[in-house]
């Protein structure tokens, strides 16, 4: 499941009509895994088909297991950001609207009994807690052309300036890995800084991973790849 979110702080939801229920729905853009897809990569599929969004910035805020009694489903939350409009690419035989919200319209609308989808009500919920949090323990991925070209020496310079504590390492993947721990504004600001890197970097997909807090954290070096 996504959380979409605009340059200017609203939502994007989609009303899609749901045959067992015979009536249509308010939810977050979803979608099944297909077989050998990775939750992030069907979480971006599914922005694009059904909303029309790419997004370059990505918060996985957990996972969710909705009907425990009688089902072994889990549900991933990711929150996208940094959007483009890209059109969307509906499966054959789907309808749906592509709605335009804020934060407080979904919870009126789940006060009125007009989003009753529970996958999105605990999804609304997450992103409510992630955006008043005061502190953030995250990892980061950057993905792209982000090694050989000065990233972690940068990474360094803005964590320091940010006041954060933690960790940059490089991957034998060809990405650069972060662990960034301290005040939820600083932290944000050096996710943000990592879509655009040093001069040289070029940043296809920033990719954040909420983690418990590590009290050992409590200066920022340089790791070995891994």
Not at 88 to 114: H, I, M, N, W
Not at 177 to 195: K, N
Request: net charge negative.
């Amino acid at each position: 499941l996504v959380v979409p979110v605009l340059p200017d702080g609203n939502l994007v939801a989609v009303r899609q009509f749901r045959y067992p229920q015979n009536r249509a729905f308010l939810e977050f853009p979803a979608g099944k895994l297909d077989a050998g897809e990775s939750p992030l990569a069907t979480a971006e599929r599914e922005l694009v088909e059904e909303a029309g969004y790419a997004a370059r910035h990505w918060t996985r805020l957990g996972v969710i297991h909705p009907v425990i009694s009688y089902s072994t489903e889990a549900i991933e939350i990711y929150v996208a950001r940094g959007l483009r409009h890209v059109g969307a690419k509906l499966d054959p035989g789907e309808f749906l609207d592509v709605v335009r919200c804020t934060e407080a319209d979904l919870y009126a609308a789940q006060d009125s009994g007009r989003l009753t989808d529970a996958k999105t009500i605990a999804a609304l919920a997450m992103h409510s807690r992630w955006l008043i949090a005061t502190r953030r323990s995250i990892t980061i991925r950057v993905d792209g052309t982000v090694q050989g070209v000065g990233y972690r020496d940068w990474v360094r310079r803005t964590a320091s300036d940010a006041g954060v504590a933690g960790w940059v390492r490089n991957r034998r993947d060809d990405s650069v890995e972060l662990r960034v721990q301290g005040e939820r504004d600083a932290c944000d600001a050096v996710a943000e800084a990592c879509l655009q890197g040093p001069g040289p970097a070029r940043v296809a997909r920033v990719v954040v991973i909420a983690q418990p807090h590590d009290p050992e954290l409590t200066e920022f070096d340089q790791r070995p790849t891994v």
